[in-house]
């Protein structure tokens, strides 16, 4: 049986949406949100940027019936950061940029009016919920089962580690955690999301149900984390 493919509306705003996500994790993603989301929990991800991946859970919740939540404090992770690889200049806030006598600038990062256009021209604004604040701050407020989570925040051992440790025991019995750029090679990328990935399965709350290029699918098939 093949996995559910989103509209092709849907499909389209998630290739023009502003992000890194390639199209077959995309899918990836959306299948697991609409297996998901069939639980009648919401869905939710950890990492939202400019929103491209929230449409995909977005269009799932819709569909179901449930809301997608999307948590992230919007000034960017460490690697989109001036001079770094995933640098966006069309993100920096103008306002928060400081000069200082010797020249050196000061800038922040702001993702979210990109981010809410993202969600106006898709369509999807009403079915999501979007938490602007520290991913640690708002899972130590989060009360309620959700039917995923989906990890693709900072990729440092401290955030990943912390993103983990705060949402993954709200996946309910039968739920599904997904984690994106999992490189089991430090060759491809950064080791952070893999070992957290590591860590799920050896807790033995996880099993693996798909793997598609760098992100994984697991579901819940235990208590603890």
Same mark, same amino acid.
């Given at each position: 049986?093949?996995?559910?493919?989103?509209?092709?509306?849907?499909?389209?705003?998630?290739e023009?949406?502003k992000g890194?996500?390639?199209?077959?994790? *995309?899918?990836?993603?959306? $299948? /697991? @949100?609409?297996?998901?989301a069939? =639980? %009648? &929990?919401?869905l939710?991800?950890? +990492?939202?940027?400019?929103?491209?991946?929230?449409?995909?859970?977005?269009?799932?919740?819709?569909?179901?019936?449930?809301t997608?939540?999307?948590?992230?404090?919007?000034?960017?992770?460490?690697?989109?950061?001036?001079?770094?690889?995933?640098?966006?200049?069309?993100?920096?806030?103008?306002?928060?940029?400081?000069?200082?006598?010797?020249?050196?600038?000061?800038?922040?990062?702001?993702?979210?009016?990109?981010?809410?256009?993202?969600?106006?021209?898709?369509?999807?604004?009403?079915?999501v919920?979007?938490?602007? *604040?520290?991913?640690?701050? $708002? /899972? @130590?407020?989060?009360?309620r089962? =959700? %039917? &995923?989570?989906f990890?693709?925040? +900072?990729h440092?051992?401290?955030?990943?580690?912390?993103?983990?440790?705060?949402?993954?025991?709200?996946?309910?019995?039968?739920?599904?955690?997904?984690?994106?750029?999992?490189?089991?090679?430090?060759?491809?990328?950064?080791?952070?999301?893999?070992?957290?990935?590591?860590?799920?399965?050896?807790?033995?709350?996880?099993?693996?149900?798909?793997?598609?290029?760098?992100?994984?699918?697991?579901r819940?098939?235990?208590?603890?984390?």
């Amino acid at each position: 049986m093949s996995n559910p493919a989103p509209h092709p509306e849907v499909l389209a705003a998630f290739e023009q949406a502003k992000g890194f996500m390639p199209v077959d994790e *995309g899918l990836a993603l959306y $299948a /697991a @949100a609409v297996e998901a989301a069939a =639980l %009648g &929990l919401p869905l939710l991800e950890v +990492g939202t940027y400019c929103g491209r991946s929230t449409i995909l859970l977005a269009a799932a919740a819709r569909d179901a019936g449930v809301t997608a939540v999307t948590v992230d404090h919007h000034r960017g992770s460490e690697e989109q950061q001036p001079g770094w690889e995933y640098h966006d200049a069309g993100l920096v806030d103008p306002e928060l940029t400081v000069t200082a006598a010797d020249g050196t600038r000061t800038v922040r990062m702001d993702t979210l009016p990109t981010f809410r256009r993202t969600l106006f021209a898709a369509g999807l604004e009403d079915h999501v919920v979007a938490l602007v *604040g520290r991913s640690p701050r $708002a /899972a @130590a407020l989060w009360g309620r089962p =959700l %039917g &995923l989570v989906f990890v693709d925040g +900072g990729h440092t051992d401290e955030h990943a580690g912390a993103d983990y440790e705060g949402w993954a025991p709200h996946v309910a019995p039968g739920g599904l955690l997904v984690v994106h750029d999992v490189f089991p090679d430090p060759a491809d990328g950064g080791q952070a999301p893999y070992r957290i990935y590591r860590r799920a399965l050896e807790s033995g709350a996880f099993a693996e149900t798909s793997v598609t290029r760098s992100l994984r699918v697991l579901r819940r098939v235990a208590d603890g984390v």
